[in-house]
């Protein structure tokens, strides 16, 4: 029978984890605070920080109700 190493003291993060959660934390936050019964696909663009390919990137655009939070530097 085999068993599971116990896990290590050290303290490992996976960024790429990390990421996805906060973003799905965002993206629950978005939908709290939506009107409506469903988020847009644009809002959820825009909560994930993602644009269609050839969309203009850059400040212009309508304005929401939403704003995603600034990015704490790495190590915070």
Known sequence: M???PMPSKTLVHD???LDEIELC????IAASA????RLS???IDEVLRV???GAPRGGGGQATAWRPR???????
Do not use: M, S, Y
Not at 34 to 37: D, F, L, P
Not at 70 to 76: F, I, K, R, S, V
């Open 34 to 37: 939506a009107a409506g019964e």
């Open 2 to 4: 085999r068993v599971a």
């Open 25 to 28: 934390g965002e993206l629950i």
């Open 51 to 53: 644009a269609p390919r």
């Open 41 to 43: 696909f644009d809002l």
């Open 70 to 76: 600034p990015q704490a530097p790495d190590g915070l």
């Open 15 to 17: 960024h790429v984890a």
